[in-house]
């Protein structure tokens, strides 16, 4: 039996539970997303004190890369979590699938939203009640409930489950809805990722303009993706096909849904989900389309952009600036070249292509997508939402897509960064995705204000 070190915390008065941005439920996810992708200091980003004197990177990398495979086999997938609170405190257990057999994840978070004990043991397959969608109301579906009423949605595929919460507004629908197809990384139901510089994002945007939306007599979903709790399934084994099927799927368990108004939904992509929804919109019928700071030139361009920008605040040189490009020309190169099942290395620096096989054929599917080639074959009104202080896609993207785009208009929020907050600076470093961050001026009013404008089955 493998006992990984567990520190339980000493009982405290009770206190509620931690806020959606950064519960345990949450927590646990990124530690678990983060040893799955080989990002073992972030998997100990949010040990307290204790745990870090206890166990460091490298010993979590030996514990998930040696210990863990000798004794249950090759890890498949994780299911849904659950999570106790008792004390203040929390525990979360996450029922692991491994090559030989069922292992569970235990997590436990202290009133300070810090992991206190991590501890991995043999486990059994989760029962129907708890492999299935919940019917009632569970600690995931609080933290994430906005609507007037919030109901867990579970879209089945092949042999996992996207699961999520549908909010709800006041009133009798069918509602119109908006889906909110999230962002690249460990991004939750909320828009939240610990795993992120500076701790990540967690201040819970899509919760926030979900609430917004609800408001105005817009229904919300909101499905975690393949592999992130509460959805089941490998999330480390896709490429960009799988994630457009995915949100088909999606799309059309809306058209069924009694709350919903087959007629009316508009699909949200936010960042590499804005790469996802247009190709969305070219598969299936929808009412509208979002981009949200959404890529309008290839992502090789993109990313080459992003460390050329970061090399040119750290005062580089010219000539160092030009050795950079060439070098991720030549990696990237080797990635679209790349058959499956081949990790992809370039010099001795070691970077996520020269780790992983899996996320080499990602990359590789997404560097393969001509966003205005697919913008110019969407023919519904489309919104593209940009910001100015956008590091991650530069503020001449938004203006690309609505120039391909037939039906195409622009909100320009000169004051929003990539994670739809209030920005002080086109930067990555300095920015505060924390806890306290708010959802830039004039986002929810001006999607909102083109929702209400929009008039289905017009294309004008």
């Given at each position: 039996m493998l006992a990984m070190a567990l520190v339980m915390p000493a009982a405290q008065a009770a206190a509620p539970p931690a806020s959606a941005s950064d519960s345990c439920t949450a927590l646990s996810a990124n530690l678990l997303h983060a040893m799955r992708n080989g990002h073992f200091s972030a998997a100990t980003a949010h040990f307290d004190k204790t745990m870090k004197a206890l166990l460091s990177p490298q010993r979590i990398k030996q514990a998930w890369q040696q210990q863990l495979p000798a004794i249950f086999g090759a890890f498949k997938n994780a299911?849904?979590?659950?999570?106790?609170?008792?004390?203040?405190?929390?525990?979360?257990?996450?029922?692991?699938?491994?090559?030989?057999?069922?292992?569970?994840?235990?997590?436990?978070?202290?009133?300070?939203?810090?992991?206190?004990?991590?501890?991995?043991?043999?486990?059994?397959?989760?029962?129907?009640?708890?492999?299935?969608?919940?019917?009632?109301?569970?600690?995931?579906?609080?933290?994430?409930?906005?609507?007037?009423?919030?109901l867990p949605i579970t879209v089945e595929r092949d042999g996992f489950a996207l699961r999520g919460v549908l909010d709800l507004p006041a009133g009798r629908g069918p509602f119109p809805v908006v889906d909110l197809i999230p962002g690249s990384g460990p991004v939750n139901i909320n828009g939240n990722d610990h795993a992120g510089p500076g701790g990540g994002i967690a201040y819970s945007p899509y919760k926030k303009l979900a609430a917004a939306l609800v408001k105005a007599s817009w229904a919300v979903v909101r499905i975690a993706k393949r592999g992130m709790p509460p959805s089941t399934g490998n999330g480390n084994d896709v490429v960009f096909a799988d994630q457009v099927d995915d949100n088909v799927a999606i799309v059309e368990a809306l058209?069924?849904?009694?709350?919903?108004?087959?007629?009316?939904?508009?699909?949200?992509?936010?960042?590499?989900?804005?790469?996802?929804?247009?190709?969305?919109?070219?598969?299936?019928?929808?009412?509208?389309?979002?981009?949200?700071?959404?890529?309008?030139?290839?992502?090789?361009?993109?990313?080459?952009?992003?460390?050329?920008?970061?090399?040119?605040?750290?005062?580089?040189?010219?000539?160092?600036?030009?050795?950079?490009?060439?070098?991720?020309?030549?990696?990237?190169?080797?990635?679209?070249?790349?058959?499956?099942?081949?990790?992809?290395?370039?010099?001795?620096?070691?970077?996520?292509?020269?780790?992983?096989?899996?996320?080499?054929?990602?990359?590789?599917?997404?560097?393969?997508?001509?966003?205005?080639?697919?913008?110019?074959?969407?023919?519904?009104?489309?919104?593209?939402?940009?910001?100015?202080?956008?590091?991650?896609?530069?503020?001449?993207?938004?203006?690309?897509?609505?120039?391909?785009?037939?039906?195409?208009?622009?909100?320009?929020?000169?004051?929003?960064?990539?994670?739809?907050?209030?920005?002080?600076?086109?930067?990555?470093?300095?920015?505060?995705?924390?806890?306290?961050?708010?959802?830039?001026?004039?986002?929810a009013a001006g999607i909102i204000h083109w929702l209400q404008s929009l008039e289905v089955g017009n294309g004008s």
């Open positions: 299911e849904m979590p659950q999570e106790i609170h008792k004390g203040g405190n929390s525990i979360v257990i996450t029922p692991l699938r491994f090559a030989n057999g069922w292992g569970k994840m235990l997590v436990a978070c202290n009133t300070q939203n810090q992991i206190a004990g991590w501890r991995i043991l043999p486990g059994k397959a989760p029962n129907a009640a708890t492999s299935q969608a919940p019917t009632g109301a569970t600690v995931w579906i609080a933290e994430a409930a906005v609507g007037a009423k919030t058209r069924k849904n009694p709350h919903i108004n087959s007629r009316e939904i508009v699909v949200a992509g936010h960042s590499i989900g804005g790469l996802i929804a247009p190709k969305l919109a070219t598969e299936t019928p929808l009412a509208g389309l979002i981009l949200l700071e959404a890529p309008g030139e290839s992502m090789t361009k993109i990313t080459i952009t992003q460390a050329i920008e970061s090399a040119k605040k750290e005062v580089a040189s010219a000539r160092k600036i030009i050795a950079l490009k060439d070098h991720l020309k030549q990696l990237y190169s080797r990635v679209v070249k790349a058959p499956p099942g081949q990790t992809v290395s370039l010099g001795k620096k070691q970077t996520i292509f020269s780790k992983s096989a899996s996320l080499v054929q990602l990359y590789k599917s997404w560097f393969a997508q001509k966003p205005l080639a697919t913008a110019r074959k969407v023919k519904i009104p489309a919104l593209v939402v940009q910001g100015g202080m956008d590091f991650n896609i530069p503020p001449g993207n938004g203006k690309r897509l609505v120039r391909a785009l037939p039906y195409g208009k622009l909100l320009y929020l000169p004051k929003m960064g990539h994670a739809l907050d209030i920005a002080p600076c086109r930067c990555m470093k300095q920015l505060d995705t924390g806890k306290h961050a708010k959802l830039a001026p004039g986002l």
